[in-house]
């Protein structure tokens, strides 16, 4: 079992609409959470982090819920260009490494 | 660009060969991660180092490979003896410390023939 679950999507979502999809995590000792952005055959790149009390960035707005151990992504009034995999990561101790999800993909069409 | 560059941005080789790629950090970043991103799948980390000192390798890196950072400063990644199964893109990330952000170089994707 991975220690990082996504669903592979993908979501196809209308411009304009409003998407969400979540990731659980297994190491309920996992200390920091990230959901990163990876365009096609490029590098991740940091979305936000997810913060207990749950934050928001714009359009985009991320929960933890560290009870049932998962991790949720909204973006609303999808652009086009959010069209992207987007990766759910967790650190499972102190010294930093990442444990990322397979990726959820979204595809945002006109 | 975030400031991570790796070479090469390509590699093909041939099974049995040694491939050895170079990733150059931030320069003020102390730690320095190395990950193995396929097809399809999320990147998996391979191991780290904390200036020159390596301090943590993944079950993933077997004896063929190898990871220096000397100086604390660039680091490379050697494969020796590759096979068919390392093709993957080979992603190095540093940041400032255990729980800043990680900036992701361009990666090298590795094909072995």
């Known amino acids: 079992r991975k220690e990082v679950e996504q669903d592979p999507g993908p979501f196809n979502v209308p411009e304009g609409a409003t998407v969400a999809f979540n990731c659980t995590y297994s190491?309920?000792?996992?200390?920091?959470f990230f959901w990163y952005r990876q365009d096609c055959r490029k590098e991740p790149k940091l979305l936000m982090s997810v913060y207990s009390s749950g934050n928001e960035d714009g359009r985009f707005t991320a929960q933890l819920n560290r009870a049932s151990q998962y991790i949720s992504l909204l973006i609303r009034d999808s652009k086009l260009s959010d069209s992207a995999t987007y990766l759910c990561?967790?650190?499972?101790?102190?010294?930093?490494?990442?444990?990322f999800g397979a990726g959820t993909q979204v595809v945002v069409t006109p | 660009d975030t400031g991570v560059s790796q070479d090469p941005r390509h590699k093909i080789t041939k099974r049995g060969q040694n491939v050895t790629f170079r990733c150059d950090p931030i320069?003020?970043?102390?730690?320095l991660y190395w990950y193995r991103q396929t097809l399809g799948q999320g990147p998996e980390f391979l191991t780290y180092?904390?200036?020159?000192?390596?301090?943590?390798k993944s079950r993933l890196l077997s004896d063929r490979f190898s990871a220096e950072r000397p100086k604390g400063s660039f680091s490379t990644l050697e494969i020796q003896r590759t096979e068919q199964g390392d093709s993957a893109m080979y992603l190095c990330a540093s940041a400032k410390g255990g729980f800043e952000t990680q900036y992701f170089g361009p990666g090298t994707r590795l094909l072995v023939l």
């Open positions: 190491n309920s000792a996992s200390q920091s």
């Open positions: 990561v967790a650190t499972p101790d102190s010294w930093g490494k990442l444990q």
């Open positions: 320069s003020e970043h102390n730690r």
């Open positions: 180092f904390q200036n020159e000192a390596q301090l943590e």
